[in-house]
């Protein structure tokens, strides 16, 4: 089972390696020659900018009050979920987002910073609450004024007016300026009436709208003197005090779901719903008692991308929640793998530590590595995040760039998030499908997050455009010589990455060793220059094969776009890659402890490689590396996995979760008692001279 890295023929003279190979390998970092890691200094590290935001939510749910029940019954995990919100309304954990003048704390970072911690009590009352306070409560705030405000915003802070937020439709998901409900303004009665036209037009998979929701914060596309004005934001009653539906109010419930069912999602309708033109949420679009539209954004499209750039926290949240998730699957799965053993070295010794196994190291040190990352990209995203949302730094630019790097990240941390649960899973054996260790439950219930507030491949095409966007400017007002010279460089730049790699790498390799040659030829800046250069390139031929668009009547640009749609996304999925290695080198580059940096450092250089190895075959065809390069790249994998595994408990400790957080029996310390308890049975038996003799033994004789 064990990788030929690992168990050597010959011993081993290395520490790290020692002779029999696995069984005798240093399983913690006390018991090896490295360095080790300041494990409370890491723990803020991966808190980030709001730790103690964060700890004080961990200190809240540590109570089984908030704790996921798995295999409850739809109704009653509902209704659990709904309690578990009022305890967040006592504990003050819905009010950090909203104005002093409700009671709030004008702290929109902390308020996300404490939201995504939820997600280790239960995914469905991280999700039930950011519905209430960060997509209704958010949109009251973020579209209304002050006279909403006034009039709302203190009962959704309180949850005395439970709501859903009515965008996404059955037949309009991630579209959402082609969505169909109407809402037509009747200047006779100043109101407007929301209509649903059509079945595709019902507002679908809404929190809070199958039973719980008194309003709805609905978009619909504004009509007012046969002008079609596109998508604004209403708030409409739905249902009174004893629940009953308000008129002309269709509601359905979506049942049970692949996930997350502690949510009571469900569909909106509406019939001719009248609404006062107070309830329109004004900020960005104004309509007088005569029906007259005014707003400050002449541009129809900037307007419609201001109002939903103002939502953008969910993309935010969902990062840090994925990233967390992860972070929890992680935890289990490497401290059951560090106490639980299966097979002896096949020398008669004891039976193996699952994580002293080369794959095991291979499968889950790298998953470790780029969750790490993670963590400190997401930091850099709050911090943008907070900076916008709070007004030091609120530009149209800021605006684009955040929700440019929220489009990045949020597809990438919620795709690693079930690879990496379900490669953390089946590391568990059986132990990881019982649903008392949080891994199957934690799959489903963060599924759905690939595709909610926003379509992980929708957002990623929305980060390739602006990679275009960017690209094209550096050409704008450029004369023949000036593009000329530009791609002459291109093409020298190209000739030396396609050889000029090659020939370091050779060079490199003549000292003798796969290992130094890697070493001395993947470091940092090599790292940076691998990724950033796939980047580059994989943006710069989408340009050039796009360039004839411009051209082309608009159904065959179109039809062009369509055709090199994968290669962007795949160049916005690389950019975000590049992104979180950054982060993550960055963050290390803060830290003062050697040792602590020393052992981030290999990690770092575990996620870099880790990107490497995965568009191995992209960097070979396009000459970034030579095959004998490309070859040492796995290798030096397997030797950072084995550097690293003395300090998988210390990175998985550092985490800074409680039992109460983990509620993992197979991770509680049960299993390494287990362990000692049959290692201490056998011993016993074996000094007693009573144990039987096996048969092979007989067969010698």
Not at 595 to 600: A, D, S
Request: glycine share 10%; with cysteine.
């Amino acid at each position: 089972m064990a990788d030929a890295v690992v168990r050597t023929k010959k011993p081993s003279v290395h520490k790290r390696t020692p002779a029999g190979g696995a069984p005798t390998a240093p399983r913690t970092a006390g018991e090896a020659s490295d360095p080790r890691i300041d494990i409370d200094a890491v723990t803020d590290l991966l808190l980030g900018t709001w730790a103690e935001t964060r700890r004080t939510a961990r200190e809240m749910i540590k109570d089984p009050a908030f704790w996921q029940v798995p295999g409850m019954p739809l109704d009653e995990h509902r209704e659990r979920v709904l309690s578990q919100l009022h305890l967040l309304v006592e504990n003050g954990g819905s009010r950090r987002a909203f104005p002093k003048k409700y009671g709030g704390g004008d702290d929109n970072g902390a308020n996300l910073a404490g939201f995504q911690e939820l997600v280790l009590a239960d995914p469905s009352l991280q999700i039930k609450s950011g519905v209430q306070w960060g997509l209704f409560g958010s949109a009251i705030y973020q579209l209304g004024t002050e006279k909403h405000w006034d009039a709302w915003l203190p009962d959704v802070i309180s949850l005395e007016l439970p709501g859903a937020f009515a965008m996404t439709e059955t037949g309009h998901g991630s579209d959402v300026s082609a969505i169909g409900t109407t809402a037509t303004y009747d200047p006779e009665t100043e109101e407007f009436v929301i209509h649903t036209p059509f079945r595709g037009a019902y507002k679908d998979y809404l929190g809070n709208a199958a039973l719980h929701g008194k309003a709805a914060t609905v978009f619909a596309q504004l009509i007012t003197g046969g002008v079609n004005y596109g998508v604004h934001c209403f708030f409409v009653p739905i249902r009174d005090d004893a629940g009953a539906m308000m008129p002309g109010i269709l509601s359905e419930d979506d049942g049970v779901k692949g996930g997350l069912n502690g949510i009571d999602n469900g569909r909106l309708a509406f019939d001719q719903v009248r609404v006062p033109r107070f309830n329109l949420l004004d900020r960005y679009g104004q309509v007088a008692a005569d029906g007259s539209y005014s707003s400050e954004i002449p541009s129809p499209g900037r307007r419609f991308f201001t109002m939903l750039g103002a939502l953008v926290q969910g993309r935010v949240s969902l990062d840090g929640a994925a990233t967390t998730g992860t972070a929890l699957a992680l935890h289990i799965a490497l401290t059951y793998a560090n106490q639980r053993r299966q097979f002896d070295s096949g020398a008669g010794t004891d039976e193996v530590v699952l994580l002293d196994y080369g794959k095991h190291q291979r499968r889950l040190l790298p998953l470790l590595a780029q969750n790490y990352a993670q963590f400190f990209s997401h930091d850099e995203l709050l911090k943008k995040f907070d900076a916008v949302f709070s007004g030091r730094h609120d530009t149209p630019d800021e605006r684009e760039d955040l929700e440019t790097l929220a489009a990045a990240l949020k597809p990438l941390s919620t795709w690693n998030a079930l690879s990496t649960i379900q490669e953390a899973r089946e590391a568990c054996g059986g132990s990881g499908f019982l649903a008392e260790n949080r891994m199957v439950n934690l799959h489903q219930d963060l599924d759905v997050y690939v595709t909610f507030e926003g379509d992980n491949n929708v957002l990623l095409q929305l980060v390739g455009k602006r990679l275009l966007s960017d690209y094209a400017k550096q050409f704008k007002g450029a004369d023949a010589a000036k593009l000329a010279s530009f791609a002459a460089k291109q093409t020298a730049e190209k000739v030396f990455h396609g050889a000029g790699l090659r020939q370091l790498g050779q060079t490199v390799a003549d000292f003798g060793s796969t290992a130094r040659s890697v070493e001395l030829g993947l470091r940092a800046d090599q790292q940076h220059d691998l990724l950033a250069g796939r980047v580059e390139q994989m943006v710069a031929d989408v340009a050039a094969a796009l360039r004839p668009a411009s051209k082309l009547p608009r159904d065959e640009a179109a039809a062009l776009f369509n055709a090199h749609q994968a290669e962007l996304i795949d160049a916005a999925r690389a950019h975000g890659e590049l992104l979180q290695w950054e982060a993550f080198t960055d963050g290390v580059n803060r830290v003062a402890d050697e040792g602590t940096k020393q052992v981030l450092t290999w990690l770092r250089d575990l996620f870099g490689l880790h990107l490497i190895e995965k568009h191995l075959a992209w960097h070979l065809i396009n000459g970034r590396l030579s095959a004998q390069r490309a070859a040492s790249v796995g290798r030096y994998i397997d030797r950072l996995c084995v550097r690293l595994r003395p300090h998988a408990q210390d990175l998985v400790d550092a985490y800074g979760f409680a039992p109460e957080h983990v509620r993992a029996p197979i991770a509680s310390g049960a299993e390494q008692a287990r362990q000692d308890e049959a290692r201490a049975y056998y011993e016993a038996l074996a000094a007693s001279g009573e144990a039987p003799v096996s048969e092979k033994s007989l067969k010698k004789k």
